[in-house]
């Protein structure tokens, strides 16, 4: 905690240098000093540490005053700019809970949280290329990898090279186990075929973590987690051109007889189903945090807008109808809040999350599409054009019902959860 600490100091005081303050709108959150006590300390769900809010700060201007500028150009062109990646690592947001050891900021979950919900509330684009990177393949190979392991891969996703989390196929989506990617022993190396959909970061990765069966016979006991290197001949079959989230790359990946070295298996033969089924629900507090702040950064930009829209001598946003509106979409932010960071601090704490998760992911995504849908309608004709940036959230806000888990997954896991509780 005290090393994480001082990295975290360090951290802003070398994005403060880099980028110089400014004042930036921003809700105001409390903080509070990590203070041992015999008798624990109840803090508000809105509490952070000092630690975490520096870095939510940090990560505000890096998004503002690198990311912000690049918006529109690399929606338009469906390509992240590789300046903004780089920006990434060189700020320490690609390894937020890796070891200082590794190379990397040695934080907390909660913190990784606050960087994508930041992110979003900038780019969705940006948000999920630092999710998927630190939520899922960091901490797999944290988690599940040995020491060789973490010694020899963490460093690089720490500082240099982007990975990309390989799971579903063309028929298994939210039946994610029924993969038919398969790997088989030669020797000291596997030799991997299939191919896999959807896949985030797959443009620009360099780091792949894939799910292949070893022994089909086995059913999902016999899936595997491997981690691949572009060079060992991953071939990007198609880019997908979405409706949103269009700088992050989506992508079609062949495999013809890769041949991975056998040291590359993670967490061992057979285990890729614990794996994924663990980090998955980690993930959802993820996309909640996305979609969380993707619905906040369409309302900062839209409400300012209807109180100097003048319509019959006075702000739009002042008539009853609209500042209804408003309020209504303000509690509903604040609920999506409080479930994404519950989640998040119920993980920390080691407690159950999964149903806490499931519940955060759904929600989120169903407060991002309508807040963002409303704030395109308070911003009137200007709201629906690319101009200001606002229809973008929008577009973007679709994806959350459906990766990591639809949202009808989301509400199965929920109700599994009643049940068990109920009968």
């Known amino acids: 905690m005290f090393r ?11 994005v403060s240098t880099f980028f110089p303050a400014k004042s930036l709108p921003s809700r105001n959150i409390s903080y509070t000093r990590c203070v041992h006590s015999a008798t624990p300390t109840l803090n508000s769900l809105d509490a952070f540490t000092e630690e975490e809010q520096m870095l939510r700060e940090t990560v505000q201007r890096f998004a503002n005053d690198v990311v912000a500028p690049k918006v529109r150009e690399m929606d338009e062109n469906e390509m992240m700019d590789p300046s903004v990646i780089q920006g990434l690592f060189e700020q320490g947001l690609m ?3 890796t070891s200082a050891d590794h190379g990397g900021s040695e934080s907390s979950f909660t913190s990784a949280i606050i960087a994508i919900e930041e992110l979003a509330k900038i780019d969705p684009s940006v948000s999920v290329m630092c999710d998927v990177h630190n939520t899922l393949v960091n901490t797999v190979i944290r988690t599940h990898g040995t020491k060789e392991q973490q010694s020899k891969w963490l460093p690089l996703l720490a500082q240099s090279k982007l990975g990309s989390f390989c799971l579903s196929e063309t028929g298994s989506g939210s039946d994610a186990f029924a993969l038919q990617t398969r ?18 970061n797959s443009w620009e990765a360099d780091i792949f973590l894939i799910f292949a069966n070893i022994d089909p016979s086995k059913g999902y006991k016999g899936i595997t987690c491997f981690l691949v290197t572009k060079d060992m001949g991953i071939q990007i079959a198609k880019k997908e051109q979405k409706l949103g989230i269009r700088a992050s790359s989506t992508c079609t990946l ?9 040291e590359n298996v993670i967490g061992g033969e057979g285990k890729g189903y614990k794996i994924a089924i663990e980090i998955l629900n980690e993930g959802r507090i993820g996309i909640a945090a996305q979609m969380l702040g993707l619905a906040q950064g369409a309302f900062d930009k839209a409400v300012p807008y209807t109180y100097q829209r003048q319509q019959f001598g006075q702000p739009v946003g002042t008539f009853q109808g609209m500042a209804f509106q408003i309020a209504q979409a303000a509690i509903e932010l604040e609920s999506a809040r409080l479930l994404t960071y519950n989640a998040a601090r119920r993980k920390e704490e080691g407690k159950s999350f999964t149903k ?8 989120a995504s169903v407060i991002a599409q309508r807040v963002s849908g409303s704030a395109i309608e308070w911003a009137g004709g200007i709201g629906f054009t690319r101009e200001t940036g606002i229809e973008k959230f929008w577009r973007d806000s679709k994806i959350g019902a459906i990766y990591e888990g639809t949202s009808n997954i989301q509400l199965q896991t929920i109700a599994k959860y009643i049940q068990k509780e109920y009968s």
């Open 4 to 14: 994480s600490g001082i990295r975290a100091v360090k951290l802003v005081q070398r």
């Open 254 to 262: 062949n495999f013809d007889d890769l041949k991975i070295p056998a």
């Open 183 to 200: 790997a088989k022993k030669d020797g000291d190396h596997w030799i991997l075929n299939g191919s896999k959909m959807w896949i985030t």
């Open 95 to 97: 390894g937020i809970e």
């Open 356 to 363: 806490e998760a499931a519940m955060a992911k759904y929600w």
